[in-house]
Each structure stands twice: as C-alpha cells, then as structure tokens.
C-alpha cells in the first residue's frame, strides 16, 4: 500500500475533494487506519549537486531534473509547475527507473533529483 493512500481516504471523509467540485471515491472495502504521522507536511523534496543554486522552484528552468515516472511528483508536476510559474518547456524533465536515480546525478547526466521522499 502506498503511504499516501490514509490521506486520500481522510480528504475525502472531510469532504474536500468535493469542496473543490472534484468527484473522488475511495474504495471503502480497503481497511486503512492511521496510527501516527512522522511528518505534518509531505516530505517530497529535491535534491541537487551543492554548485547548483535553487532558491525558489522557477530556478528549475534551464536545468535537467530527473522524476521517476512512479513518483508523485511525476503525478503532480504539470500542476505543480503551473503553481509555480514554471516554464516546463525550459525543464528537461529526465524519468529513469528509481534504481537509477543517484547514478544519474553523479554521473552529471541530471542537475536535480526530484520527489526524495
């Protein structure tokens, strides 16, 4: 089971998806409980070389940023770099299996690793 999924299940008890005129159904034949949270936000997060600068999620252009396509930034980037005024035509966005990953970024093939959770 993905880690996500108890969020999922609570957002859609809460009723935001529909607060956002969103049609989510959860499969309710699932048995999920949440016993704890280690973390109060997602723990995605991106990686790069110290020499790169990244100081605001624009700075993504003009660079090669890996997402494996199983990750939820892979789900999400579209959305994500419309939030963030990113030019996705000025990424190069990299998806490489996840065992492939850290090669990738010290053999300099990729700038940034994204979604590190």
Do not use: C
């Not at 100081?55 to 003009?62: I, M, R, T, V």
């Amino acid at each position: 089971m993905k880690d996500e999924l108890p969020l999922f299940v609570a957002a859609a008890e809460k009723r935001f998806f529909a607060a956002e005129s969103l049609d989510v159904t959860v499969d309710e034949g699932m048995p999920v409980k949440v016993v704890a949270s280690v973390v109060k936000i997602g723990p995605m997060g991106m990686v790069a070389k110290s020499h790169i600068k990244l100081s605001s999620p624009a700075d993504l252009e003009g660079r090669t940023v890996e997402i494996s396509p199983v990750s939820t930034l892979s789900q999400i980037w579209e959305a994500y770099a419309q939030t963030n005024n990113i030019d996705v035509s000025e990424v190069n966005v990299v998806r490489a299996a996840s065992s492939a990953r850290f090669n990738l970024l010290l053999s300099d093939k990729v700038e940034i690793l994204g979604d590190l959770s």
